[in-house]
């Protein structure tokens, strides 16, 4: 390729931007292009999470109506996350709480976590002939408390449309403390149609609530945007093959779909979020150490994970973008 170009960002390759104006402004993204058809902007102050994703022209990722939002209006207090709540293609969820707000061991907890909303340091881009290599630390920590350090790589693949990312957390505090961590991916339009097919290879599914339970039958349908959509999510227990746990989404509309894989070894929970409405459009498919009902649930069904002072976990997943239809 070096012959026939000036430059490989001709092709290939990352380039740092910033953003002007409102809620966003000066926010650092890097965006990243294999040559291949995919591209991705790495949000590096929001945790270093993928905000927008798009393969061969076409948006795979939910975009919400806050839009990029900087750290510095992040509202801690209840679900206050959703004033800030920008989705994309995944948000990162932890590293001491997912899911509902509630209180643990007298911690008021908000919903999903800080962690999404902490400035990620960049640690280096590395690139040969085979893939670009993004390295990124984000720590959440707190004087006289936990600290804990995630060190999050990226690897995009020159070769195929596929990337992925692995997070090393690490507790440098001397106390134990919980883990949780949920990788809150989002499927958007026009990914997201109501001619969707979604495929969840699973040992058996469990309905978060009794409104959930009622449309047991057609959690897998996809359909249209619905004005006052109330949301569902389903529990599963996703099948492994090759040692891996896959889920995939093929739109038969654009042609293009893609496949997750992760280690279900160190994310056993896997939850779909089913949200129709008008707008707010968008299916969750989220592999975790836990569930989205809150820590103080997880630790009353004995569920809540824990590091130990100096103890280190390796969570991750990666995605393969396609053109063919999906066979799990």
Partial sequence: MKDYVGNPLQIRGCEEYRLQGGKGDNMRFLCIRNGLGLECWISLDRAGDLSRLSFKGDN?????????VSPAYYDHKGDGF???????????????????????????????????????????IREDDAALTVELTVKDATFGGRILVLKRTYVFSYTENRFSVSDTVTNEGEAASPYMIMYHCNMGYPLLQ???????????????????????????????PQAGYEEMCYYYDVCEKEGLAKVSIYSPSIRKGLVME????????????KMMGKTNYVLGLEPGNCTPDGRNVMREKGMLQFLQGGESRTTGVSFLFTEEEIKL
Wanted: hydrophobic share 35%.
């Fill in 262 to 273: 992760y280690d279900k070894t160190n994310l056993p929970c896997f939850t779909q979020w």
């Fill in 60 to 68: 795979f990722g939910f975009f919400s109506s806050c839009g990029y």
């Fill in 194 to 224: 109501e001619d969707s097919v979604v495929s969840i290879p699973n040992h058996g599914v469990t309905p978060r609530n009794a409104h959930a339970a009622d449309s047991l039958g057609e959690a897998l349908k996809m359909e249209k």
């Fill in 82 to 124: 959703l004033k800030s709540f920008t989705a994309g293609f995944f948000t990162t969820c932890g590293l001491t709480a997912v899911g509902e707000p509630c209180t643990d061991e007298g911690e008021e907890l908000p919903l999903h976590g800080t962690l999404s909303n902490i400035p990620a340091v960049l640690g280096g």
